[in-house]
């Protein structure tokens, strides 16, 4: 139910390709099971007819044959549609995660262990693809093809329909239900473990260097072979509850084979039932049960999507730190930005900022200087809406960050700083991050401006030229020079610079001071940083101090 919950939004747009999902998957079930009625009944009345010629041979090859291909075409549109169905609920559902996180502020984000996180995004998500293949569909497809068949048969005999609702309510609920309880423990030991391995690769990978430095390879590796062993344990537990299933499945279908066989022979006595009647009704039910495949193979699975669908729900329920207000004012594209008794503390800790006022017309460069830890990065934090002041306000042209969308915020302020990322990916598709609209044309003069647009053109495959992670194929001043082409594509007019040189030796800064000089054309220019400052540059040294 928790997992319903959580989907219904997407599953209520998409009811009309998921009941025509479901209803494709139903329409495969009663071809297989027509398809076994008919021959059953087609091979008991050539049996009886013997050479009879009167006995009508082409309409049931016919509808053999018919009832075949329609089983066929209508197996491979559910595999279709049910996937396709499913992977567009999941790309919803991760577009939804991955812009609610985005909305978290990075106090709560420091809360989850790295890979922990990443599990959430990925791992967590990708098992939701079992809850309409394997809980919803199933059982759906199930209930409504159990009922059509027990109604069908009780036009025959009626002991006959209560004997499939019968097995058909064990085999698609009751051991459904049991078997889930079963693997509870080992599918929620797996999950964790898991989420433990994707901790351990992704903080094994960061510290890698650190790893061989101190000679701890031995012991990580020892870490990975323990986690190893308990995944492999686990994915044995959950494997020999799938093995079960299937047991189950063929248990059923043995059973309900032996009652209608047994049932059957009592009507046929009664005469309700005739040979070729009792012969497919047999058959019938042996198609029909295999319905129960899908699902009792999903139960084992039930305690890793349920927990999947917990931590999803857990971290779309975690409340951003900074929500949007109610009613936001408009915020204006620029003008003065002033800070008005502006106090600032972590929860717990000392004070970072105390009692700052200042006033920056649109257009003003500011320069921000001083030791580590007296709350330069704090300061660029609020004026970017990471965090809020405990005590004062921050406005742009008047109106204050706080009553404004947090949306607006960030299209009016453009950050740049010794950590902005560049992605896997193309240059073109790093620099469309900031305007996704712009023209070729457009993308080389940035990188003109940038000074970046020689060595573009020197690469064979210019802007399609291949970027690796975090900018691994490229030099450090020219990852920062990406970036700043990035912030000139955006329509912002404040930039935000935090340690923008860091990194880079003398002669590159001085370039990237030189480059910053030509472009910033009346923006309103923040910078805050450890570097000599180039005469001419800034309107004003604003020098911070402790508290």
């Not at 079930?29 to 009167?54: C, K, P, R, S, Y």
């Not at 791992?123 to 059509?148: C, H, I, K, R, T």
């Not at 495959?461 to 490229?474: I, N, P, Q, S, Y």
Request: overall charge positive.
């Amino acid at each position: 139910m928790r997992g319903l919950r959580l989907l219904w939004p997407w599953f209520a747009a998409r009811r009309a390709r998921l009941l025509l999902a479901i209803g494709v998957a139903l329409v495969t079930v009663w071809a297989g099971t027509g398809l076994f009625m008919v021959a059953g009944w087609f091979l008991g009345a050539a049996f009886l007819a013997g050479t009879t010629f009167g006995f009508d041979l082409f309409a049931p090859s016919a509808l053999i044959r018919g009832l075949s291909f329609l089983r066929i075409g209508s197996r491979y549109g559910e595999r279709i549609l049910g996937h396709a169905v499913t992977l567009e609920l999941l790309a919803d559902l991760r577009t939804r995660v991955f812009a609610h996180v985005l909305t978290l502020s990075p106090a709560q984000l420091a809360g989850y262990r790295e890979g922990d996180l990443v599990a959430r995004l990925t791992g967590d998500m990708d098992v939701l693809d079992g809850l309409f293949l394997q809980w919803v569909a199933p059982a759906l497809v199930a209930a409504l093809a159990g009922l059509s068949f027990a109604l069908l048969v009780g036009l025959l005999d009626a002991r006959l329909a209560w004997l499939v609702c019968a097995v058909l309510f064990l085999g698609a609920l009751c051991v459904p239900a049991w078997m889930a309880w079963q693997a509870r423990r080992p599918g929620l030991a797996l999950q964790d473990s898991q989420a433990r391995m994707r901790d351990l690769v992704q903080q094994s990978v960061q510290a890698h260097v650190d790893i061989v430095a101190f000679d701890l390879q031995a012991r990580t590796l020892a870490q990975f072979e323990a986690l190893g062993k308990e995944l492999a344990c686990g994915r044995d537990r959950l494997s020999a509850q799938g093995a079960l299933g299937q047991l189950l499945q063929q248990a059923f279908m043995g059973l309900a084979l032996a009652l209608l066989l047994f049932l059957g022979a009592l009507a046929f006595h009664a005469g309700r039932l005739d040979g070729p009647q009792w012969i497919g009704v047999v058959l019938g039910g042996i198609g029909l049960f295999e319905v129960l495949g899908p699902l009792l193979r999903g139960a084992s699975r039930t305690a890793v999507i349920t927990q999947g669908m917990r931590r999803v729900q857990a971290l779309l329920q975690t409340r951003a730190a900074l929500p949007a207000p109610a009613g936001p004012r408009e915020l204006p594209e620029t003008g003065a930005l002033e800070l008005a008794g502006v106090s600032f503390r972590y929860p717990g800790g000392r004070w970072v900022l105390r009692d700052l006022t200042l006033r920056w017309p649109a257009g003003h460069r500011v320069a921000i200087v001083g030791p580590s830890g007296v709350g330069k990065s704090t300061l660029l934090n609020l004026l970017l809406r990471v965090v809020d002041p405990v005590e004062g306000e921050i406005r742009l042209g008047g109106v204050p960050l706080q009553r404004a969308d947090p949306a607006q915020v960030q299209a009016r302020v453009a950050l740049l700083s010794q950590f902005s990322p560049v992605f896997l990916g193309t240059l073109r598709e790093n620099l469309h991050i900031a305007d996704p609209q712009a023209s070729d044309a457009r993308l080389w003069q940035v990188l003109e401006q940038a000074q970046l647009a020689d060595f573009v053109r020197g690469l064979d495959a210019g802007l399609d030229a291949w970027v690796d992670e975090r900018g691994a194929t490229l030099s450090t001043g020219q990852v920062r020079r990406l970036c700043l082409a990035r912030i000139l594509l955006s329509p912002a007019r404040i930039w935000v610079l935090d340690e923008p040189t860091a990194g880079l030796d003398d002669a590159t800064a001085r370039a990237f001071f030189r480059v910053l000089a030509d472009q910033i054309q009346g923006r309103t220019l923040i910078v805050a940083t450890h570097a000599d400052l180039p005469a001419g540059l800034f309107d004003q040294v604003l020098a911070l101090q402790a508290p």
